[in-house]
């Protein structure tokens, strides 16, 4: 059986602490900046997974909110609110141009 090479502890702890930051997670990837510092992990790197992490968070969440706007003016008994097309990421820049995609 051919054994698949692990992925390295700091991508691991990026992937954690971005995970972390775009669902919210209370413990707010305290843990995963920690190790990263520890591992030398250049600041500027924590900082651009720190912040496409939160640009997909709050993008999601301004969907989430228009879906929901759009819904709740329109007058039915019910509504649910749609996933986004899978045909198109729509994903837009963070504000320093990191892209998310």
């Known amino acids: 059986m051919n054994e698949q090479p692990q992925l390295h502890s700091s991508i691991v ?6 995970a972390g930051i775009a669902a919210k997670h209370p413990a707010m990837g305290q843990c995963q ?13 924590i900082a651009a997974v720190i912040e496409i992490a939160r640009h997909i968070r709050d993008e999601a969440a301004q969907q989430l909110d228009a879906a929901f706007d759009e819904k709740a003016a329109q007058v039915k008994p019910t509504f649910s609110v749609a996933a986004a097309p899978a045909e198109a990421c729509g994903c837009t820049p963070t504000k320093s141009g990191q892209s998310c995609c």
């Open 13 to 18: 702890a990026m992937i954690s602490l971005a």
């Open 33 to 45: 900046l920690q190790r990263l510092r520890d591992m030398k992990v250049p600041e500027h790197q």
